[in-house]
């Protein structure tokens, strides 16, 4: 048996560009302000079945503890340039993770150490682009400068790195806490149940599927001061109440992948990871919910 993929997914940025409005500034598909490497690998990667690897290898370019909390990845991430050529040094199931301007591959290799067998391409996993003019992209993809003077150092909603690392299992992939005490399910998680005072909890996961309780638009101004360079460069943005009826669970979240109208309320909403803005020199992570 040679080594070879059993599985591999490619995920693209959601922006196509209107060729009337370009001679190729940008690729074919670019990134949305809160795509990026690392959140498009997340997304390829979920769609494979990756849980019984035994080694986990990705591009330098990926956010390694992004990824470890938001696929539940529990061995190390080792980061390597050329993730494919270091998996034929290894024996058994490997996860492979990387990606290049506006696409990122999760691939799945088995078997004994070796040349990786050639296969097919990956199957795409993109949703539908949305398309949008060359200067959009631009906008969107962060290359241009917004036209206004923006803060530099966001502290609206200020987090410091390390509670921020310890948050993400409860921030990437929807990890609540049940009270022992009364049942009650919080989320995002809290020293004590609001409920009972109690403070011992069991972790549950949140369901998928999560239903819009209400929307909002945030126009000039209303933004917190971290979403502020977001909000001049790409306009007003969709804030939501989601809900989880059968938990007893709502909590306030941006809306991903909608456009000028929000989704009606009640629609189906599903989890995905998006970058929401950077503090301290880092990315920062976080689930937005958008259409199933
Ligand atoms: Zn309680």
Known sequence: ???????????????SVDPKTSDDPVPERALAWDEDLTTLAIEAASHLRY????????SPKLDAATLAAALDIKI??????????????LDGPTLLLGGDEAWA?????????????????PRSVAPRPRMVSALRALQESRR?????????SPMGAYVPQGTW??????????????????????????????????RAFDDVTLPHEAELYAATRIGRGGAPSEFALEQAQVGAYWVGVVAWPGQGVKVTAR???????APPIGAKLRPVV???????????????????
């Open 144 to 152: 241009v400068p917004p036209a206004e003077e923006i803060p530099d």
């Open 51 to 58: 849980h019984d690897a035994r080694h986990v290898l990705a």
């Open 76 to 89: 190390p991430i080792r980061t390597i340039a050329d993730p494919m050529a270091a998996s034929a040094d």
């Open 105 to 121: 591959v999760a691939c799945l290799v088995e078997g004994p150490p070796g040349p990786v067998e050639q296969a097919g391409p």
């Open 274 to 292: 998006r970058r929401l803005f950077d503090q301290e020199g880092r990315t920062r992570y976080g689930l937005k919910f958008g259409p199933t």
């Open 165 to 198: 690392v310890e948050d993400l299992p409860a921030r990437l992939r929807l990890v609540a806490q049940r009270c022992r005490s009364c049942g009650r399910t919080l989320y995002p998680p809290r020293g004590a149940c609001p409920a009972c005072r109690d």
């Open 255 to 261: 809306l991903a992948d909608v456009g000028e109208d």
């Open 1 to 15: 048996m040679a080594r070879r993929i059993v599985d591999a997914a490619r995920a693209m940025g959601s922006l």
